[in-house]
């Protein structure tokens, strides 16, 4: 997926980075033979963003400019969003993208249009949080882009072959109604999320699923639901909500993936096929 010495551009396009955790990662990377460069406005901080929209939309399209061979985000958080409508997609240089969490607003429109997309650890996480299976797999990721075979519970069984879209649900949810919407149509899609709870992970299922971005999903695959866990003593889990609100459309959902906001978070390409076989997530090797 990319060459040795691959220039990579690192940008802050939602929340505000740690400049020792980020050190971190941008470290790591280079010990993988690549050349990661932060882009100006990387470190600005204005509120809860790391900038400013003109500030943050400036380095997104440096780095989306053909000068750089890959996009990497430094953090998650929030702000990516605010950028979408001030892009142009299909104007972006081809260059894989690198996120995940607020990444999940510009990895689909991204995919859609035919570009890269790996939802993959952020810099901030990658040496300071995630585990050492997580950095092996994604180096190797990067390196070959090779098949991947990830193994799971099956909620609801069965077989579905389709493009792999999707990552944090709240991100996908808060882009219902806009012309941003995920289309899931074919699709298998990923799921994730941190922090909320399983009244309030229901009701963004229910969006997702009432206002058309799941319309025609193939399957879903299910990561890590951290911090969403049920009340002490009950007698259902995150996974029968989930089996509730979209085992109705009739499609398979395999949970148990291991991506998501915990330590393990193995990454992942989207706009490849994919397949769901019982336990198993099978995703194609991604082409060169």
């Known amino acids: 997926m990319l060459p040795p010495g691959a220039r990579i551009a690192v940008i802050s396009p939602s929340g505000i980075s740690d400049p020792a955790r980020l050190e971190r990662g941008l470290e790591m990377v280079r010990s993988w033979g ?13 509120r809860y963003l790391a900038g400013t929209d003109a ?19 430094a953090r998650g958080g929030y702000g990516l969003s605010r950028l979408l ?42 040496a ?21 075979v990830f193994f799971g519970q ?30 899931a149509r074919g699709a298998i899609v990923m799921l994730e999320d941190v922090g909320e709870a399983p009244y309030k992970l229901d009701r963004l299922l ?8 799941f319309h025609g999903a193939a399957g879903f695959v299910l990561g890590e639901f951290l911090d969403a866990q049920a009340p002490q003593g009950s007698d259902w889990t995150v996974a029968d909500v989930v089996r509730d ?4 459309m009739g499609v398979p959902i395999l949970a148990g993936m291991p991506f998501g906001h915990g330590r393990t978070n ?9 397949r769901i076989h019982e336990d198993r997530l099978r995703i194609d090797a991604v082409r060169s």
């Open 245 to 248: 609100v979209l085992g109705p």
């Open 55 to 73: 500030a943050r939309l400036s380095d997104l399209l440096e780095a989306f400019s053909g000068r750089w061979d890959a996009v990497w985000m």
């Open 206 to 213: 229910v969006q997702c699923r009432d206002s058309g971005a």
């Open 85 to 126: 409508p001030l892009l142009k997609v299909k104007r972006l240089a081809p260059v894989p993208f690198l996120g995940f969490s607020d990444g999940t607003a510009l990895l689909n429109p991204l995919v859609r249009k035919g570009r890269p997309g790996v939802h993959a650890p952020v810099l901030h996480a990658l």
């Open 266 to 274: 193995l990454a992942v390409p989207f706009g490849g096929r994919a």
């Open 128 to 148: 300071a949080h995630n585990d050492e299976a997580s950095q092996t797999h994604l180096r190797a990721l990067l390196a070959s882009g090779g098949e991947s």
């Open 34 to 46: 690549y050349d990661p460069s932060l882009l100006p406005a990387a470190g600005d901080r204005h």
């Open 154 to 183: 099956p909620l609801v069984a069965g077989r579905a072959e389709g493009r792999l879209c999707g990552g944090n649900l709240c991100v996908i949810a808060a882009g219902c109604g806009t012309r941003h919407q995920l289309d």
